[in-house]
């Protein structure tokens, strides 16, 4: 693991989430670009210290240099502006990469991440966790099976209220660099939440992008970057969508939904109460599936691992996209193949289509124009 | 009454309202441009036959000369081009309005009513009938009270399904006029549930638009008018907001939601489940205010009629756009000020600021840009 | 009507709800046992002040001595202990009735009741208005068509707030009544509350009960009456029943809901909000039926006056219980049979099987044994 | 571990629930009674063969021999048989023990345990996981606070639907075993869940039962045990409540709810939405409490990982229990009281309570009878 020391967040649920199913087990880490702290987080996970190290060139390179047990893919859960060099350096030695998002900085990093995927034959997945949830499976499977019919319209909103004051002038810690364009990168509610909504879309519905038009504001007086965004969509195919991502809408804690309209029925899901999924029909009741019954959808079933009534969360959720890694690493390591076109896992080109994505938005606010969003990332 | 023959809809609805506190009764009508058919519906009111008329100039004329039971006001609940003729003429010919909306067809015909309105000092009440829930009167009293701190975010939604498919080509008397261009006006779905949107608005949170940018789109084939439109708006003061109101989302009814999001605190109210209103606040518990308790303000307290926990609807609401313009009404005929001003009910402004609306969001859905949307009508 | 003076709740409501489709008028009325505050009623309702009386009797007597345009029935909103005498003398003058619940204080004076029904042959409703919803229909219906299988258990609960304090020592009107044994009875909650939910599973569900043994509570201090009651229930054929209603029940408002469970689905309604019916399946989604669509049952859409998504209340459902008691008297008034059995109004034998489940609950609760709850009221 | 070998589902919950917060590790374990199935379990566990064992008894012996790294504590996740005779043997070769509900099968047994728990010093933790959900702990602190004043009604259902057919005759592993009174002992449904619902009412109100009614049914022909619970029960104190308790409430899945009503507030708590607790007040909005914000109380922001509005669930509710044992455990082995009076974990007088609860009940039905249910487990 690289990154996840004293007091972040996310190094946690990696953690948690790696751990769940008893697969996959932290063996070594750089938590930290202070070595004492590294050191402080090794401690607490109870790792030998010799494979704890001060920095992430050193692991990388002392682990490459293990024969028997060195590691098997690296974890990146640092600041935005290291998931690259990271990930570039994880993968030209030979390691599989599980990567937090936004995936890189610039487009042309994302792109030369894409083959360098392809040229390693490396895992790489990011972790769009909320695709990782049952229901969200299920809805992508109605999708694909067609019982929503021709899609028309596509709402996607993931508000939070978090960053409603200037969080960032008190010191703390994930505000601080969120909100700072030398770590963060160009964006804070996109890069951060707003991609997470761009990559449940394609992952539910499979839409692919036409045109857009975004409205990018930072709300807090003194905020270095957009707490804000709304969007609208053209689709390919020519169904229209919201997009709508926010940091300061009070209240809300990680408000996700989404919900799609076909020509034959419609569906939405809520990532607060992320057991249940609604479909809506025009001439019949309201259905709501419900995660780890018989009749859900065999990759809803796989996501799953209690029965229906006890509630699965995020973590369990964030957990899938790590199970699907795992395979995938099992397949490789076997000679297989481990690319996310075999397992279900967000790959390295979703990573490439969410930076696209938060330029694209950046560019067309930036204009106030209408932007061509069309975009194929590297296979 | 003018229009609510046989088969219409909203007829009964203002009937039902109009007569729910006892306070008004109808006692002549031109409900049907075919006489036949007026004479039937004012026979299934045991009208006086002879104040069933074949058409409204008759009887907006005839009443007009009687002396002592002379109506006091003209319901308009005819389909949207009739809206300003017959309210024209009541209004010169000394009588009061209730209108329903969209007010007119071109926005010279509002302007010409609110001047009307001035001169004649005739009360004029459009049937925004969703401000008459005592939830709506509580949200505008939470932020006119300063609740919510400086507002920033407003999303605004009324999805419907009913227009999935071509009901208009089946015959079906609502959707045949609600999508016929001579009929209904320049749209389908602005005009008839986007100003309840851009109304709701404005009545909860009284923000005027200053920009917008709209995407309208005519999602079923064969479709005259636009059934499905997203907007983006910059308000004055520097709130952003997304309109979003459809006809074609599928399996929606009337799912007509408000959110509103301040520096300090934000609300949430749904029209379907419309007795309660979701209050969140950054550092303490999520609130439910729920109509008929003792904590509710006064003008939600006088919208209802019966105890907490005894669901009121939709009739008892637009019933409360009746209690206004009645009271209003009494008010001038007793020589007193009967305005909107005064008086809490949606005002010939608020019908020409619709208007307003509706052609800005068309000229932007048009030439694909963002426009000025600023509007100020005549008082 | 009788009763429904100045500061009546439930008066307005049935005048309302009389009046809602325009088919009945109030024109005559006793509406206090003080002739003054009577008259200051009949003025706010502009009736004739010549047909305002100062008591029922009185009111009996003159109109049942009037031709051409007698009232057609009485409607009793009065306390308790007045039911029945002026019932019985409404019905033995000639006259129909919908008279509150609970219909009687005594057994007996049900059972007379009954059998004056009978032998007057006019028509007697009991405002059980929760059985006018729409969805409580469909409920109905759906364990008419076995839908749920053999049902297994039933759990109906009506918990209220409004009575956690000492209410009736501020001397508000209404806790004053029903809290006073000669005006309210032998019950308080039971009576006011209880004896719906014994209606409602005999409405939705046909049983009938076998045995109870029921535990009442006097949860505030200084009060004369039961304000809280739980009681389990054994209904012929073999279900199982919860039935739990309280007036101490802090917060809560009119939180009726019931739960019934078969052996192939379950189904729960919730008053609070009534538009909306979940049935739940062993092998597939759950299901939510909404009022207004077409795939709802034809009582159910009878019981709708507006379309789906535009939420119907209390009023609209009181109203329904006046609509099918007015049909069922025109039935009567032209010589056809005007029965309950006939047309869908809860009877006055629904009226005495609620006295007689007070009064067996009260002996359960006294002897603390399970006693026989059986029961035929005289056809 | 004792138990969850293939097939069973309780014991991977305990694995990944113990190992959630990387502090506890599985090194031992006797999964089955069949040595093959056992060693089965142990590969896919990554365990060494040698210390997978073919019995328990074995492998507590086993264990015992073993000086330096020799296991902390024992888990059994057996059928309810087993729970007494391996937690005894455990706590007398001087293990700690975590041990599924319900304790043992008689009351004897479980005093017996109260008596060995406290003559060894070992920690004694039985998994009624639901009161490892933070909000439990909130509604906890609340009414130990005094926010709900003085407790008048307490509302406990657990209505499940997975045994409304005969289930077990179809072999299906755990149907089989619990639907055995040799394996499930005296009950089904109260021992499954009726002991979590009276362990969730203690543990949130502290109330102590004095008398009840209970009402048992059978409601699946052919089942040798009872699948249905209705109680009526008093609390010391004067406290009123219903539990109810279902294996055939059809649809419902693991609908676990807790409801109290004080002389000042209810509070209102559903495991299937565990994230929120509800608060009603007679004077003011209810209020939603949720999980992860800086409002909520020191015990419920201890047993959170996560940022609110990522939700967690059961699997993190069952590790608190585990984490609170942990610490126990830690605290025993440094020489300080590791006892439950000292930590937050469902204690072995809990669990005594819980089995005089079963069997109290069961007398109440047979005799159809109000019975004593006071108890006092030896301390």
Redesign the interface.
């Known amino acids: 693991m690289v990154g996840g020391g004293p007091g972040a967040?996310i190094g946690?649920?990696h953690?948690?989430a790696a751990?769940?199913?008893?697969q996959m087990e932290i063996v070594a880490g750089a938590f930290s670009s202070d070595a004492e702290k590294s050191a402080e987080t090794g401690n607490e996970?109870?790792l030998d210290p010799a494979r704890v190290y001060g920095s992430w060139q050193e692991m990388i390179e002392a682990e490459a240099s293990r024969r028997e047990d060195r590691i098997d893919f690296v974890s990146i859960v640092t600041p935005n502006f290291l998931h690259y060099p990271v990930a570039k350096k994880a993968l030209e030695a030979g390691f599989s990469v599980v990567c937090d998002k936004p995936m890189t900085m610039t487009v042309e990093e994302a792109e030369h991440l894409c083959r360098l995927v392809k040229t390693t034959g490396n895992v790489f997945a990011l972790t769009h966790n909320y695709t990782g949830y049952p229901m969200v499976k299920q809805a992508r499977k109605l999708i694909e099976d067609g019982t929503l019919g021709e899609l028309?319209?596509v709402?996607v909103?993931y508000?939070?209220?978090w960053l409603?004051?200037l969080v960032e002038a008190t010191g703390q810690k994930q505000a601080s660099w969120r909100s700072d364009p030398a770590k963060a990168g160009a964006s804070s509610a996109l890069g951060d939440i707003g991609t997470h909504c761009e990559n449940l879309v394609h992952y539910v519905t499979g839409l692919e992008m036409e045109e857009m038009?975004a409205?990018l504001?930072t709300?807090v007086e003194g905020r270095a970057l957009e707490d804000?965004a709304?969007i609208?969509i053209?689709y390919k195919g020519?169904a229209?969508?919201?997009l709508?991502c926010?940091q300061?809408?009070?209240?809300?804690?990680?408000?996700l939904t989404i919900?799609v309209?076909?020509?034959?029925?419609?569906l939405h899901w809520k990532?607060?109460?992320?057991?249940w999924l609604h479909?809506?029909?025009?001439?019949?009741?309201?259905?709501?599936?419900?995660r780890?019954?018989?009749?859900v959808t065999e990759a809803a079933a796989d996501a799953s691992?209690?029965?229906?009534?006890?509630?699965?969360?995020?973590?369990?959720a964030f957990a899938n996209v790590y199970k699907h890694a795992a395979r995938a690493m099992r397949a490789q390591i076997e000679g297989k193949d481990g690319s996310a076109s075999e397992f279900d896992y967000p790959s390295v080109q979703d990573g490439a289509r969410g930076i696209h994505f938060i330029h694209t938005a950046i560019h067309s606010s930036e204009t106030?124009?209408?932007v061509d969003a069309s975009y194929s990332p590297p296979q």
């Open positions: 967040f946690a649920v953690r948690m751990g769940l199913d008893g996970l109870h028309r319209k709402v909103e508000p939070q209220g409603s004051t038009i409205d504001g709300m804000d709304s609208l053209r020519g229209r969508g919201i709508y926010s300061i809408s009070v209240g809300e804690e990680n408000n919900r309209y076909g020509s034959e029925a419609a990532q607060e109460h992320p057991n479909v809506k029909h025009p001439d019949g009741p309201e259905q709501i599936y419900k780890g019954n018989d009749y691992r209690i029965p229906a009534g006890h509630p699965e969360g995020f973590i369990d106030r124009s209408w």
